[in-house]
């Protein structure tokens, strides 16, 4: 069955950096555009960027644009969230969610069970 | 950027209610709208996409409407299980944006 299991989250001291990563099992990872999605405490949902099926296209939020990096490792079946100058506001439960199609930003049809990433002094 | 602005909030409603929801777009989305439904403590769950196709598996007692910019997510006979937030999501381009979400409570 389609998985996709997220880890690296913790808590970080404000102005640091962490990489979080989702592992990918069930479908045809090289063949899907992936998500990073986000819920701060008792919030809504926050989209923070894509990733086109090869890598080529990365689209990013204005509020993560040029602080986080989104990338992927296809041998690897896993994507990857580089998350620098991290700020307090950026506190949130991570998801990974695949999209229904391969190029493209559309809707998420299968999410991850999520990450929790706290950034605290 | 378009803002999605869900109403209500939220709502309490019977079991067996007819419960409907709606998301507004700043903007002309044409049908490129999804709404999600995430159970306390879960994950969300795609319910509805292109407006008004039900996701594969999902209750026939869930539907989606509307086109532009004012959309409508109905739950035709509320259930105990439908208790949760409903998000719509808009995907005509970049940046993705959801809405604020409505939480929905048994009366």
New interface residues.
């Given amino acids: 069955q389609v998985q996709l299991v997220e880890s690296g989250g913790g808590v970080v001291q404000p102005g640091r950096s962490l990489t979080l990563s989702c592992a990918v099992s069930g479908f045809t990872f090289s063949s899907y555009t992936i998500?990073w999605?986000r819920q701060a405490p008792g919030k809504?949902?926050?989209?923070v960027a894509?990733i086109s099926y090869d890598g080529s296209n990365k689209?990013y939020?204005?509020s993560v644009k040029g602080r986080f990096t989104i990338s992927r490792d296809n041998s690897k079946n896993t994507l990857y969230l580089q998350m620098n100058t991290l700020r307090v506001e950026d506190t949130a439960v991570y998801?990974c969610?695949r999209d229904?199609y391969r190029s493209g930003?559309?809707?998420?049809?299968y999410?991850?069970?999520?990450t929790l990433v706290t950034v605290s002094s | 950027?378009i803002e999605m602005t869900q109403s209500p909030s939220s709502l309490s409603a019977s079991v067996g209610d007819r419960v409907t929801i709606t998301c507004r777009a700043s903007q002309d989305i044409y049908n490129?709208l999804?709404w999600?439904q995430?159970r306390p403590g879960k994950?969300?769950?795609?319910l509805i996409?292109d407006a008004s196709t039900l996701?594969s598996g999902v209750p026939s007692r869930f539907s989606g409407s509307g086109s532009g910019t004012d959309f409508t997510l109905t739950i035709s006979s509320l259930q105990p299980e439908d208790v949760a937030?409903y998000?719509c999501?808009k995907?005509n381009?970049?940046?993705?944006?959801?809405?604020?979400?409505t939480k929905v409570e048994i009366k």
């Fill in positions: 998500h999605v809504g949902l926050e989209w894509d689209y939020a204005d998801y969610a229904h930003s559309y809707y998420m049809d999410w991850g069970q999520g | 950027d490129f999804a999600y995430q994950v969300p769950e795609l996409y996701q937030t998000y999501q995907y381009r970049v940046p993705l944006t959801f809405g604020g979400g």
